[in-house]
């Protein structure tokens, strides 16, 4: 739509003959009122760039609401009332959107090459790991000391005795300390 100006064209009918005419078409109301909508979008603060979009929706709601238009006051009141409602939500949308993204962590910098290898180098000391412990272990120890489940949840999960789940991690972390000090002893 552009830049507006002037006073909005077309006809203002008078609340008294609205009830011995027809009611407006859409096409008509459009014609005849879409500048009116694009200036009071303008003026309840929605940003030029999103006020197309804005009075797309509210001439969508027009659509909408058409048959429930009964003709008690001028089209400009009745467009004026849905063009404020359909603002409000555009800015509450765009509120909650903004604190949303308040809210997502920063992602971290890029690592550096340094960091890089190291992980890439724990990464395959777990890999490895992981490889030499029997299923029973390894399963109980990535759900437990590698993803965080307390107890009660792997053994849930497993559908295992809870002292098995527990014998089970024990003997992983047992494993995992030999592990580490075969490796230290290299």
Known sequence: MGERGGEHSGYVRAPAQLHDEPPPT???LYRAHADFVWR???RV???EPQAEDAVHEV??????KLPEFRGDAAPTTWLYAITRGVCANLRRAHARAERRIGLAPTPDAAPTPEEAA???NAAELVARFLAELPDEQREVFVLSDIEGMAGPEVATALR???GTAYSRLRLARKRLEAF???GSDD
Do not use: M, W
Request: glycine share 4%; hydrophobic share 50%.
């Open 40 to 42: 009071t979008v303008l």
């Open 45 to 47: 603060g929605i940003p």
């Open 26 to 28: 859409l096409d008509e």
């Open 160 to 162: 295992i005795p809870l």
């Open 59 to 64: 001439f969508l709601v027009v659509r909408r």
């Open 118 to 120: 190291t992980r890439a």
């Open 180 to 182: 580490v000090k075969r």
